[in-house]
C-alpha cells in the first residue's frame, strides 16, 4: 500500500495533513454559541478555543522541525496525527471550557506535525519547477477545507452536537494514522540527518533566523497569511454585520473565496510544471493582491459596499494567495535541504504570528459599522509584502534564486 510520491494519492495525503488546521477552525465554528451555552461560559470564553488552538499550533512546529530533520519525517507524523486524535476525542468528552480549552491546545500541537513535515517532504522528494508544482497542488487540496468547513459544521450541528464535531476530527485523525503508517515511506536522506542535541538546534535556527532568503521569504509569506487571515477575521463582521447576508449566503461566500483560492495553487502549479519562472509568478501574485486590497480599501472608504463589487476582489485576492505562497516557499527553503524541517518550522510560527496579528488588529479596528478594518489590515499587510520583495529580496537576490 506504499503511495508512490508521484501519485495523485500522495499528494492528497499531504493536502489533507496540511488541511488540519484550516479544518479543526473552520468547521468549529459555527458551533461557538452553543457551545458557550453548554459549557455555561462567555462567548469570548468559547473563543478562546481558537485561540489557543492556534497557540499549540504555532510553538510545536519549533519542536517538530528539529524532531523531523533527526528522526525522520515519518516518525513525527504518526505522532502529530496520533496526539490530534486523541485531543479530539478528549474535546468531545470535556466536561469544562478549562478542559476543552486545554484539550484544544494539544489539538492544535498534534497538527503542526503535518505542516512541517510536508513541506519538509516535498523538499526532500522534489526539485525546482517540480518542487513548486507539488507545492501548489497541496495547497489546492489543502484550499478544499475552508471551502466545506463551515458548511460541514453546521450540517453536523442540525443532526448532533457540538461535540460531535471534535469527534469527527477525531475520526479523521485516526484515518490519517492508517494511511501514514500503511502508504509513507521514509523520506529524510541519511546523509541530511542531523543530531537532536540543544547545540545543534540553536545553530540550525540561529542559521535560518539570520539566513535573509530564510527570513526574508518568510517575512513575505508571513504577510501574505496576514493579508489572508485578515479576510478570515472580519469576513463574518462584514458580511452578516454590515451586508446583513443570510449565513447560507455567508458561506458560500466564504466557499467562493476559498475556490479561488484553489483556482491560484492549480494555476501556479500548472504553470510552474510548464517551465513558467517562479519569480514572474511570485511578482505577479504580490502586484494583483495589492492592487485588489487598494481597491478594497477604495470601495470601503467611499460608504457601504456591496456584495457584487467586493466578492470579485476578494476572490482575485485570495486566489494570489496560490501564486505567492509555493514560490516564497521554494525560494526560502531550497537551498537547506539539511535543515529543511527547522526552516518549515520557522516559515510555519511567522506565518501564525502574522496571522494573528493581523486579526487582533481587525478586531481592534472593528467599529460595527465599516468593512475597513477588514479591507485595511489586507491592504495593509499586502503592500508589506509588494516592499520586502521588490525593495529587498529582488535586487539581492535576483541572479542567486530566480534565474538558477
Known sequence: MRMRPQSIGFTLLLGALSSLTPLSIDIGLPALSKLALSLHTTPAAAAYTLTFYLAGFALLQL??????????????LLIGAIIFSISGLACAQASSITALIAW?????????????????????????????????????????SPAIAPALGGAILYFASWRAIYAMLAIAGSVLVIFIWLGV????????????????????????LTDP???GFG???????????????????????????????YAATFAATACGLMLGSFVNGQLNARGVSHHFLLQTGLSVAL?????????????????????????????????????????AVNHVPEIA??????????????????????????????????????????????????????PAFRTEVFFV
Open 63 to 76: 519542536l517538530y522541525g528539529p524532531l523531523a530533520d533527526s528522526y525522520g519525517r515519518k516518525p513525527v
Open 104 to 144: 484544544r491546545f494539544l489539538q492544535g500541537a498534534g497538527a503542526a506535525a503535518g505542516v512541517v513535515t510536508t513541506l519538509a517532504m516535498v523538499r526532500d522528494l522534489f526539485e525546482g519547477s517540480e518542487m513548486r508544482a507539488r507545492l501548489s497542488y497541496v495547497s489546492t487540496v489543502m484550499a478544499v
Open 185 to 208: 515511506t521514509e523520506t529524510l536522506s541519511p546523509m541530511h540527518q542531523v543530531r537532536f542535541h540543544p547545540r545543534q538546534i540553536m545553530t540550525s535556527y540561529r542559521r535560518i
Open 213 to 215: 532568503r530564510c527570513l
Open 219 to 249: 517575512l513575505v509569506m508571513t504577510c501574505a497569511f496576514g493579508n489572508l487571515f485578515a479576510y478570515v477575521t472580519g469576513s463574518s463582521y462584514v458580511m452578516l454585520d454590515i451586508l446583513h447576508l443570510s449565513l447560507f449566503a
Open 291 to 331: 492592487i485588489a486590497t487598494i481597491l478594497l480599501v477604495i470601495i470601503t472608504w467611499a460608504g457601504v459596499p456591496r456584495l457584487i463589487v467586493l466578492l470579485p476582489l476578494l476572490v482575485l485576492n485570495t486566489s494570489c494567495y496560490g501564486l505567492i505562497v509555493p514560490n516564497a516557499t521554494y525560494a
Open 341 to 394: 524541517g527547522v526552516a518549515s518550522a520557522v516559515i510555519g510560527s511567522l506565518r501564525m504570528i502574522g496571522g494573528a496579528i493581523s486579526g487582533v488588529a481587525v478586531a481592534w479596528w472593528y467599529n460595527g459599522t465599516s468593512a475597513l478594518a477588514m479591507t485595511g489590515v489586507m491592504s495593509l499587510a499586502a503592500i508589506i509584502a509588494f516592499l520586502l520583495y521588490f525593495l529587498w529580496l529582488r
